[in-house]
């Protein structure tokens, strides 16, 4: 293992990662730009690939495309001594497919403080914009929170959960921060990570993989030239994706758009091995069985897909031991 190294973190639970994730976007305060967290203040970013890797490898079912798109992006762009633009990752597909979990991955290996650093600073509609009517404020808000921040760490990492539950004009006060100037508000900004989560794209990604298996293409083959036409559009389509009209998408500020694919039933099977990993327990065959025969695919004649990925596989095995 590489000096510094993190290593390969151990399995841990969705519901426990989803969590965190809540957890870290709940204590997010608006009105606030002052870092709190005593030895954290200064940048504490450290990069560990290594850990990286190793834990999407052994954790992430089933998700080719999204594991090598990422590790690939970050790398070029940490690399980088100069880049010319932030890293703008944005997030694509079906329910419990690993987005969040890849999200929560990356605060974890790119910061010592992980979620709970200062300098990773999640946003979820729910908590932070929940109403419309508050727009304007939103606006100035998030505006002064991004700049304040990377004032204080160019190298901040800032994640925007569940941009199809976004309402459309907020995402425009980012777009000076999102291109190739070289410095917006007098703020350095150009090693910054932005990433964008949602499930828009999900059923055209869906498509793609069930026509795929149908032409009895390996899964692994699919590319993404295949998918980022399709996910793009659809979120163009989307009048009530985060996205919508904000220029971000048609400025061409979007450095990767990262699919994921759905997850079929061996892909559950590994995520009900891992879990059982994680409590200390040998895998068990009635335990993993009572689990996929609990679970919903579709489509309802191949029964291909699972209809929630794994987002459920903790609480279903709780129901089985």
């Keep these: 293992m590489a000096a510094g190294s ?86 694509h597909g079906w329910t419990g497919t690993g987005k969040s979990y890849v999200s929560s991955l990356l605060a974890h290996y790119l910061f010592r403080g992980g979620l709970r650093s200062p300098h990773v600073h999640h946003f979820s509609p729910v908590i ?20 304040g921040n990377l004032t204080a760490c160019s190298r901040s990492l800032f994640l925007f959960d569940e941009m199809d539950k976004l309402a459309p004009g907020l995402m425009e006060v980012l777009l000076p921060f999102l291109g190739s100037s070289w410095v917006v508000f007098g703020t350095n900004y150009r090693k910054a990570i932005f990433i964008f989560i949602s499930n828009t794209g999900g059923e055209q990604i869906n498509q793609v993989a069930l026509e795929a298996w149908r032409s009895r293409r390996d899964r692994e083959e699919i590319r993404l ?3 980022e036409p399709v996910i793009s559009q659809a979120v163009l389509d989307n ?56 679970t919903t695919f579709f489509p309802e004649e191949e029964q291909l897909f699972s209809s929630n990925g794994c987002k459920t596989v903790a609480s279903r095995i709780a129901f089985f031991l």
């Design 6 to 91: 993190r290593g390969c973190r151990p399995w841990g639970s969705l519901l426990g990662l989803l969590g965190l994730v809540s957890a870290a976007a709940a204590a997010w305060d608006l009105t606030s730009v002052h870092c709190h967290f005593g030895s954290f203040c200064e940048c504490d970013f450290q990069p560990d690939f290594q850990g990286l890797e190793c834990d999407l490898a052994q954790h992430l079912a089933g998700q080719h495309l999204a594991r090598a798109l990422v590790v690939k992006a970050l790398k070029a762009f940490v690399q980088d001594p100069a880049p010319t633009k932030p890293l703008v990752l944005s997030l």
């Design 239 to 294: 009048p009530h994706h985060g996205f919508w009209r904000s220029g971000i998408v048609e400025e061409h500020l979007l450095d990767v758009l990262v699919p994921f694919l759905p997850l079929q039933r061996h892909h559950v099977r590994h995520c009900v091995l891992n879990e059982l990993a994680q409590l200390g327990l040998e895998p068990r065959e009635e335990v993993v069985q009572a689990v996929l025969d609990s």
């Design 128 to 147: 932070h914009f929940p109403h419309n009517s508050h727009m304007e404020r939103y606006k100035k808000d998030l505006k002064s929170w991004v700049q």
């Design 225 to 227: 030239q295949e998918l």
